[in-house]
């Protein structure tokens, strides 16, 4: 297996020196990707007493929620209809997803109805985390949803800044949000 580049030091200090740089204390990893629900993002921090590169994806609460809600009702489509193709879809040689036609409208209500019944159950509510992943290719992975109504620069900085002076403190609270259905009735 190939040494993890994220985690050597020269790498690292190479790394520090971009930033330097650059100002900021950190990179976007696709910056035409970044939105104001989430952004991807590279940043120096420790990790178990070593200073190692992370590669971190920072939501807000809401899109944590909405994809809760959505995987939940997902797999509860599924179960009811087996064929149910959901989220999971073919990639042809060119990386475009290959659809075989829309669902049913049965299938859609279901799907609608399953999220009405999950939300009134208050089973997708989620609270502010940061979860680490050892096994990312590069680095250390982390994926982090914050309570913040947008996600932008300063929120970025800050949550560097709270990481790595150990000083971040999540809200144990579980949340839940009116979907963007229910914004529109």
Do not use: W
């Not at 991807?40 to 809401?62: A, P, S």
């Not at 909405?66 to 209809?81: R, V």
């Not at 829309?102 to 089973?123: H, N, P, Q, R």
Request: aromatic share 12%; with cysteine.
């Amino acid at each position: 297996m190939d040494k993890n580049q994220g985690l050597e030091p020269e790498v690292i200090r190479n790394f520090r020196e971009e930033l330097s740089a650059s100002g900021r204390s950190f990179r976007y990893i696709e910056e035409d990707e970044v939105s104001t629900d989430m952004a991807e993002f590279m940043f120096i921090g420790m990790h178990k007493g070593k200073e190692v590169i992370f590669d971190c994806l920072l939501g807000t609460l809401r899109l944590a929620y909405e994809s809760n809600l959505h995987e939940l009702a997902e797999a509860k489509t599924k179960e009811k209809y087996p064929d149910y193709k959901g989220f999971e879809f073919e990639v042809d040689e060119d990386g475009n997803a290959i659809s075989d036609g829309e669902e049913s409208e049965e299938v859609e209500e279901y799907k609608a109805y399953a999220m009405f019944e999950i939300e009134e159950a208050g089973l997708a509510n989620v609270a502010e985390s940061v979860e680490s992943d050892e096994s990312f290719e590069f680095g250390i992975g982390m994926e982090a949803y914050l309570n913040v109504a947008e996600i932008t620069e300063e929120t970025i900085e800050k949550f560097i800044l709270d990481f790595n002076a150990g000083n971040l403190k999540l809200d144990p609270v579980q949340y839940s949000f009116e979907s963007e259905d229910d914004e529109l009735d």
